[in-house]
């Protein structure tokens, strides 16, 4: 075949790779952006488990300093009645005082860590239920994909191997040209001349270039659009 015949049926062998990967329009990209959704809320719900975990350990903690607190205080509190000077009394008043604000401190520490429970087990609910939500998306557009890719494989291995075919018989420079046009323009490097026109941005042609195109012996490109032109006698 001559070079420009190799250019046609190279553009008609792109245009139909790319035409089966226009099936799965965005479900590739779609699937890796909730496989990230997936992975980040998934690492979220896992803190959030984890600090709740966190959250009872030092709860537990808490409520057993402020236990202690409590019956040391009662002791004391116990010892005050028996003191036999001002000394021994103000000694055990100051400790008890220590302890009560000590007390207090730590009744402040359990009611925020509730709190953070709280807030935390209700973030938790919403994240598990986001999370299943993806999943369940992610699947559903997956299983799409995976369908396609199945449905398409043969096809898509054929028309790769008739490519590879037809670039082995077109030089780098005449691939390198094509390559850029097809680049620029959508992906359409080689267009017919449709009545008179071009096939790419529909500007009149020349009867000079029309001469020339007719005789495909030379490669002839639009003036305006500069995309490659063959002439289609259907």
């Known amino acids: ?107 402040l520490k359990e009611l925020e860590l509730s709190e953070e429970k709280d807030n935390l087990s209700n973030k938790l609910k919403e994240n598990q239920s986001e999370n299943d939500v993806i999943a369940e998306k992610l699947d559903k557009q997956k299983t799409s994909l995976d369908k396609n890719i199945v449905e398409t494989k043969e096809e898509l291995g054929s028309l790769k191997t008739k490519r590879e075919i037809i670039t082995s018989e077109i030089s780098e420079q005449h691939l390198g040209l094509y390559d850029r046009i097809k680049s620029a323009r959508g992906g359409v490097a080689v267009v017919p001349v449709k009545n008179q026109s071009c096939g790419g941005c529909h500007s009149k042609i020349p009867s000079q270039l029309e001469v020339f195109i007719r005789d495909g012996n030379k490669l002839t490109q639009c003036n305006v659009c500069r995309q490659i032109l063959y002439w289609d006698d259907k």
Do not use: F
Not at 17 to 34: A, F, M, R, T, Y
């Open 1 to 107: 075949m001559s070079l420009l015949a190799n250019l046609v049926k190279l553009q008609e062998i792109d245009s139909s790779i790319q035409s089966i990967e226009e099936l799965q329009g965005d479900l590739p990209k779609n699937v890796e952006e909730l496989k990230t959704n997936l992975s980040t809320i998934s690492s979220q719900i896992s803190n959030d488990e984890k600090r709740l975990q966190e959250i009872d350990i030092e709860t537990r903690k808490t409520q057993t300093i402020q236990k202690t607190n409590k019956d040391k205080i009662n002791n004391l509190q116990e010892q005050v009645y028996r003191v036999k000077s001002n000394r021994e009394y103000d000694a055990l008043m100051s400790e008890i005082d220590h302890l009560k604000n000590e007390l207090s401190e730590y009744e």
